[in-house]
């Protein structure tokens, strides 16, 4: 038995359009981001225009067209940056060193997995998403000052 060809669609990928058509009141067009999520389309349909070749997925474009969460783009360093800053952020809100340490974005040397670790806090905490943007932003543009380590919270306080 052969596997159909859109297991090949990763869902939560960006997609673009490969084949222009008309879908959702809209002509797409070759190259465009096919933000089916954010219209709320039936997967299932989605998944039939991806096995048929109207629909593909495209790392240069995604980068080009600055789509999804972008953190592929960062280097370990960066990354690390941008820990420390959304850690930053997550200091004021704590106020024990316990507290802290549970609430805070945990950080890691491996690369991907450092990935994996921010996206699970994005997911705990979508309070924090707009900072999320504007810190990896001033990274990817190289206009964020390094930030060390958000200092401790003593228990005591």
């Known amino acids: 038995m052969t596997h159909p060809s859109y ?3 990763q869902v939560d990928w960006p ?4 084949t222009p058509f008309t ?10 981001h096919f933000n089916w999520l954010e219209r709320n389309l039936n997967e299932d ?6 096995s048929i070749g109207y629909l593909y997925h495209n790392p240069d474009l995604q980068a080009q067209n600055k789509v999804g969460d972008r953190l592929a783009e960062l280097d370990q360093k960066q990354l ?5 800053l959304l850690n930053s952020k997550v200091k004021p809100k704590t106020s024990t060193k316990n507290e802290y340490d549970n609430k805070k974005c945990k950080q890691s040397s491996i690369s991907d997995k450092q990935r ?3 996206r699970r806090f994005l997911m705990s905490n979508p309070w924090i ?19 060390s380590e958000p200092e401790t919270i003593s228990d005591t306080q």
């Open 7 to 9: 297991l090949g669609w």
């Open 23 to 32: 879908a959702d009141g809209k002509n797409w067009k070759r190259q465009e």
């Open 116 to 118: 994996g670790l921010i």
């Open 129 to 147: 998403a707009e900072d999320f943007v504007a810190f990896r932003d001033s990274i990817l543009k190289g206009t964020s000052a390094p930030i």
């Open 45 to 50: 349909k989605v998944a039939t225009l991806y």
């Open 15 to 18: 997609i673009f359009v490969k």
């Open 80 to 84: 690390t940056a941008l820990v420390n």
